[in-house]
């Protein structure tokens, strides 16, 4: 193996691109990923820490300098079981985690240079695994004949159910939509997260023996009192997720044209609107977008606008400036090098319409003052700053709200007063009521998908614990 | 998947359809809704559940023409399956000791009307049916009607059956006649429903309506299905589909429905080209109004 004498001067290697000019208009992924050349490249840089700091950045611990090692070997195949072991869905999240927050911020080649592409890396690893159909035999493990629901198939979930039946509990998924995925399935976008990558993970967790259920909205369907007494389910895990979308209040949010992200990312990505009519559910053909919005769906949101045939522009609208920007710092750039407008300190303040439809957003102009309570710099309107911004189409993009459906139907899961599930424990993640396990963003409100999977870890342990103190 | 058990053409344009879902039909409601999805290129659209039978785990749906989703369920045959049958969604319509209830059906709102009033009249109530139409074949479910409740009105727009005129004008005379009304339930086209909200606000009756906005997901996540009700944003699927109809912003729904109107119209063109096949949608909008 290539040791390079000066790490920190050694240039990152970057992965290619497709040009921003071709892919603004196809939903192809931006990123093209490393070859094996640029992959052993890139992972010999790491000069094998005794004591990694990356580790420490990734929030459910994933083995870095060992998986390098091995990537640098040219060792992928293992690089990848090593990954696995620690997290089972490596496809997804080097492509989405924000690597630059978490394991990358802290790998000390980036003190004096640029830190591994810890990211790029194990999105490598992943789907180098994925085409070369080499798959490790699964060990079967002794069932343990303890039956385990969980409800909600977005990372949460499937991390649990991923590590329950590495522990041989026999597991099932309920999803309520007709696909599972959450998230990662109906907001983030083909271009980012290829589904074929999302339907190899989930394969892999079937091949584990994870049964999955669609079209089960627990609550509805079933009650938590009959998935245990009814159906013989020993424990129950929640991971609903954040998904009720909030709208702004104000004038015009019910006019033609005016959309929450999560109805028009779900449109596009779960109901395949973009290739309406061959696909049946449409979505209108407008010509200019304003997104309302600065975080990864709200990106989101407004790179699918663009990629739409009619689309002409596609302007973001943001209270903040661009240094608050809370989405991740690689679409941030990709957008801005596709051509997406950008208004910062802007909040918009009523919404036009002619004939029903969209017309125009009126705006207020915004400075920045002192941080609040999350660090970032409280913006303030300035007086008789209102300004104009013409549009036939607002996407809102503030985030979201917890679904109440499973608090609603079930008294005794304790909430707090956003409707978040409460955890007595948060080491293992369970709620007030005995053998319920709860985690993701549905506890924690809206947050990351490697955040989500590391409670749905938490949880898996905490529920192996609970239900094998009932042996004989 | 689910399987068609029956279907029947009871009107033109309007058939009704037993389908197997047993998890479903052991918790379905008077009131609430599945949504189904075809197949895979299908979208996602919103059905009444109509009745639901727990112990040979069935539901009941009438299904009404409209576009090309349910033009494409209309040709499915007994033993075909839908892919998706997600439910039971929304909440269930109150069912207590009321009074007197005047229930006011209008096209298949017929259909979400009946199980609605057979719970209300085994309940105790004593249950007064309005059914409109606009014409003599498409007033549906009278058998069934006058079973479920203490009596039954029908009103068609041509008079060939029941009254000649609107379902308001013998709500009109009920009030009139000062009949005690104690609640007023409504299930129709928009403008039907209005008009009823309308005509019994003046009189202080509890009038209760049943939104039909266009829907996605039915689980609170999209917010496609939103309405102003008393001046707050709710969204019908997990918050209705039932609300105050005297605090209902139907102007704002109206709108909101003809969001898809060019759209569909292509789906549906597409449909009937690579189908070849023949409709009456001209017919069929008027009926829905
Ligand atoms: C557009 C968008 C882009 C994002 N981009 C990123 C990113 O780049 N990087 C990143 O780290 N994070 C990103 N996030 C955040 C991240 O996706 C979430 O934090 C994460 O998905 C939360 O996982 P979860 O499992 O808790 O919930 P979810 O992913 O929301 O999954 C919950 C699942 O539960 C199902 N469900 C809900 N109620 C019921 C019920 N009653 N019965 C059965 N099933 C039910 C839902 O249908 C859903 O499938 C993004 C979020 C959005 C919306
Ligand atoms: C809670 C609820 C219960 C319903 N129950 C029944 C029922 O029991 N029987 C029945 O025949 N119809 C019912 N509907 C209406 C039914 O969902 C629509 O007729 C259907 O979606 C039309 O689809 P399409 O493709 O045939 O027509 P499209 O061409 O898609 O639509 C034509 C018109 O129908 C309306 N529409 C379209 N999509 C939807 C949607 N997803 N939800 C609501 N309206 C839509 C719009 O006004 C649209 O302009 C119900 C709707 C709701 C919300
Ligand atoms: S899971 Fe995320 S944080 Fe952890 S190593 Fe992978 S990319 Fe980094
Ligand atoms: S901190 Fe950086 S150099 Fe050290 S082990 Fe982690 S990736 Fe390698
Ligand atoms: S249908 Fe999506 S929120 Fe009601």
Same mark, same amino acid.
């Given at each position: 193996?290539?040791?390079?004498?000066?790490?920190?001067?050694?240039?990152?290697?970057? /992965?290619?691109?497709?040009?921003?000019?071709?892919?603004?208009?196809?939903?192809?992924?931006?990123?093209?990923?490393?070859?094996?050349?640029?992959?052993?490249?890139?992972?010999?840089?790491?000069?094998?820490?005794?004591?990694?700091?990356?580790?420490?950045?990734?929030?459910?611990?994933?083995?870095?300098?060992?998986?390098?090692?091995?990537?640098?070997?040219?060792?992928?195949?293992?690089?990848?079981?090593?990954?696995?072991?620690?997290?089972?869905?490596?496809?997804?999240?080097? =492509?989405?985690?924000?690597?630059?927050?978490?394991?990358?911020?802290?790998?000390?080649?980036?003190?004096?240079?640029?830190?591994?592409?810890?990211?790029?890396?194990?999105?490598?690893?992943?789907?180098?695994?994925?085409?070369?159909?080499?798959?490790?035999?699964?060990?079967?493990?002794?069932?343990?004949?303890?039956?385990?629901?969980?409800?909600? /198939?977005?990372?949460?979930?499937?991390?649990?159910?991923?590590?329950? /039946?590495?522990?041989?509990?026999?597991?099932?998924?309920?999803?309520?939509?007709?696909?599972?995925?959450?998230?990662?399935?109906?907001?983030?976008?083909?271009?980012?997260?290829?589904?074929?990558?999302?339907?190899?993970?989930?394969?892999?967790?079937?091949?584990?023996?994870?049964?999955?259920?669609?079209?089960?909205?627990?609550?509805?369907?079933?009650?938590?009192?009959?998935?245990?007494?009814?159906?013989?389910?020993?424990?129950?895990?929640?991971?609903?997720?954040?998904?009720?979308?909030?709208?702004?209040?104000?004038?015009?949010?019910?006019?033609?044209?005016?959309?929450? /992200?999560?109805?028009?990312?779900? =449109?596009?990505?779960?109901?395949?609107?973009?290739?309406?009519?061959?696909?049946?559910?449409?979505?209108?053909?407008?010509?200019?977008?304003?997104?309302?919005?600065?975080?990864?769906?709200?990106?989101?949101?407004?790179?699918?606008?663009?990629?739409?045939?009619?689309?002409?522009?596609?302007?973001?609208?943001?209270? =903040?400036?661009?240094?608050?920007?809370?989405? =991740?710092?690689?679409?941030?750039?990709?957008?801005?090098?596709?051509?997406?407008?950008?208004?910062?300190?802007?909040?918009?303040?009523?919404?036009?319409?002619?004939?029903?439809?969209?017309?125009?957003?009126?705006?207020?102009?915004?400075?920045?003052?002192?941080?609040?309570?999350?660090?970032?710099?409280?913006?303030?309107?300035?007086?008789?700053?209102?300004?104009?911004?013409?549009?036939?189409?607002?996407?809102?993009?503030?985030?979201?709200?917890?679904?109440?459906?499973?608090?609603?139907?079930?008294?005794?899961?304790?909430?707090?007063?956003?409707?978040?599930?409460?955890?007595?424990?948060?080491?293992?993640?369970?709620?007030?009521?005995?053998?319920?396990?709860?985690?993701?963003?549905?506890?924690?409100?809206?947050?990351?998908?490697?955040?989500?999977?590391?409670?749905?870890?938490?949880?898996?342990?905490?529920?192996?614990?609970?239900?094998?103190?009932?042996?004989? | 998947?689910?399987?068609?058990?029956?279907?029947?053409?009871?009107?033109?344009?309007?058939?009704?359809?037993?389908?197997?879902?047993?998890?479903?039909?052991?918790?379905?409601?008077?009131?609430?809704?599945?949504?189904?999805?075809?197949?895979?290129?299908?979208?996602?659209?919103?059905?009444?559940?109509?009745?639901?039978?727990?112990?040979?785990?069935?539901?009941?749906?009438?299904?009404?023409?409209?576009?090309?989703?349910?033009?494409?369920?209309?040709?499915?045959?007994?033993?075909?399956?839908?892919?998706?049958?997600?439910?039971?969604?929304?909440?269930?319509?109150?069912?207590?000791?009321?009074?007197?209830?005047?229930?006011?059906?209008?096209?298949?709102?017929?259909?979400?009307?009946?199980?609605?009033?057979?719970?209300?009249?085994?309940? #105790?109530?004593?249950?007064?049916?309005?059914?409109?139409?606009?014409?003599?074949?498409?007033?549906?479910?009278?058998?069934?009607?006058?079973?479920?409740?203490?009596?039954?009105?029908?009103?068609?727009?041509? #008079?060939?059956?029941?009254?000649?005129?609107?379902?308001?004008?013998?709500?009109?005379?009920?009030?009139?006649?000062?009949?005690?009304?104690?609640?007023?339930?409504?299930?129709?086209?928009?403008?039907?429903?209005?008009?009823?909200?309308?005509?019994?606000?003046?009189?202080?009756?509890?009038?209760?309506?049943?939104?039909?906005?266009?829907?996605?997901?039915?689980?609170?996540?999209? #917010?496609?299905?939103?309405?102003?009700?008393?001046?707050?944003?709710?969204?019908?699927?997990?918050?209705?589909?039932?609300?105050?109809?005297?605090?209902?912003?139907?102007?704002?729904?109206?709108?909101?429905?003809?969001?898809?109107?060019?759209?569909?119209?292509?789906?549906?063109?597409?449909?009937?080209?690579?189908?070849?096949?023949?409709?009456?949608?001209?017919?069929?909008?008027?009926?829905?109004?």
């Amino acid at each position: 193996m290539k040791k390079y004498a000066q790490p920190y001067k050694t240039p990152r290697t970057h /992965a290619p691109e497709q040009n921003p000019e071709k892919r603004r208009k196809n939903f192809q992924e931006v990123s093209l990923g490393y070859t094996p050349a640029m992959a052993q490249l890139e992972a010999s840089r790491c000069i094998q820490c005794k004591k990694p700091k990356c580790v420490i950045g990734c929030p459910v611990r994933v083995a870095i300098p060992d998986f390098l090692e091995q990537v640098a070997k040219g060792n992928f195949l293992e690089a990848a079981h090593i990954i696995k072991e620690s997290n089972p869905l490596p496809g997804v999240t080097g =492509r989405v985690c924000p690597q630059e927050d978490q394991c990358e911020k802290h790998c000390v080649i980036g003190i004096k240079g640029e830190p591994l592409a810890i990211g790029k890396l194990e999105r490598f690893v992943a789907d180098y695994e994925r085409t070369h159909q080499d798959l490790k035999p699964i060990e079967t493990v002794p069932s343990t004949g303890k039956k385990i629901a969980i409800i909600g /198939a977005g990372p949460a979930g499937l991390a649990t159910a991923g590590d329950l /039946a590495k522990l041989g509990h026999e597991v099932v998924i309920f999803e309520a939509l007709h696909k599972p995925g959450g998230v990662l399935f109906y907001g983030i976008p083909e271009f980012r997260l290829p589904k074929e990558i999302l339907e190899a993970e989930l394969d892999y967790l079937k091949r584990l023996g994870v049964e999955i259920k669609v079209n089960y909205v627990i609550g509805k369907i079933k009650s938590l009192d009959e998935l245990m007494k009814e159906d013989g389910f020993n424990a129950i895990f929640i991971g609903t997720g954040a998904g009720l979308p909030y709208f702004l209040d104000i004038p015009g949010e019910n006019l033609n044209g005016v959309y929450s /992200a999560n109805e028009f990312l779900t =449109r596009i990505n779960l109901m395949h609107a973009w290739e309406f009519p061959v696909f049946d559910t449409p979505i209108h053909h407008h010509k200019i977008f304003a997104v309302i919005g600065g975080g990864n769906t709200a990106l989101d949101a407004a790179r699918t606008a663009l990629r739409l045939a009619t689309t002409e522009k596609v302007m973001l609208v943001y209270r =903040r400036s661009r240094e608050e920007l809370p989405a =991740r710092k690689e679409e941030i750039e990709h957008a801005e090098a596709e051509g997406i407008e950008f208004h910062y300190l802007a909040s918009p303040i009523d919404i036009k319409g002619t004939n029903g439809w969209v017309s125009k957003i009126v705006c207020e102009k915004m400075e920045l003052g002192e941080p609040d309570a999350s660090g970032r710099k409280q913006p303030h309107s300035l007086h008789n700053s209102a300004f104009t911004l013409t549009t036939d189409s607002v996407i809102i993009a503030l985030g979201s709200g917890v679904n109440p459906l499973i608090a609603k139907s079930s008294s005794d899961i304790k909430t707090d007063h956003h409707g978040h599930i409460e955890v007595a424990d948060p080491n293992i993640n369970l709620t007030s009521r005995p053998g319920v396990f709860a985690g993701g963003d549905i506890v924690t409100g809206a947050a990351t998908v490697i955040s989500a999977m590391e409670a749905g870890k938490k949880a898996a342990q905490g529920i192996h614990q609970y239900v094998m103190k009932f042996e004989v | 998947m689910f399987k068609i058990l029956k279907k029947t053409e009871l009107a033109p344009q309007v058939f009704r359809y037993l389908l197997n879902a047993p998890d479903i039909a052991k918790k379905a409601l008077p009131g609430q809704f599945i949504i189904i999805r075809l197949d895979e290129i299908g979208e996602r659209i919103p059905l009444t559940i109509s009745d639901a039978d727990p112990i040979q785990g069935t539901l009941t749906l009438y299904v009404q023409v409209i576009g090309k989703t349910s033009m494409e369920m209309s040709r499915m045959k007994v033993d075909d399956f839908i892919l998706d049958v997600v439910g039971p969604l929304g909440n269930p319509s109150l069912i207590d000791l009321f009074g007197t209830v005047v229930l006011v059906g209008g096209g298949f709102g017929i259909a979400a009307i009946h199980p609605i009033a057979s719970a209300l009249t085994q309940a #105790g109530n004593k249950t007064l049916s309005i059914l409109g139409a606009r014409t003599k074949e498409l007033v549906i479910l009278e058998k069934e009607m006058s079973v479920a409740s203490t009596k039954v009105h029908v009103a068609t727009d041509d #008079g060939t059956h029941g009254t000649k005129g609107l379902v308001t004008d013998i709500l009109l005379k009920l009030i009139e006649k000062k009949e005690p009304i104690d609640r007023v339930i409504a299930i129709g086209p928009l403008i039907m429903m209005k008009a009823v909200a309308d005509l019994t606000r003046p009189h202080k009756i509890p009038t209760l309506v049943s939104m039909n906005p266009i829907m996605i997901d039915g689980t609170g996540m999209c #917010g496609a299905c939103r309405v102003t009700v008393g001046g707050k944003m709710k969204f019908a699927c997990v918050d209705g589909p039932e609300f105050d109809g005297h605090e209902v912003d139907f102007q704002g729904l109206l709108n909101r429905m003809n969001t898809y109107i060019p759209e569909e119209a292509e789906a549906k063109e597409k449909y009937l080209k690579e189908t070849e096949g023949k409709c009456r949608i001209a017919e069929i909008v008027q009926i829905y109004g």
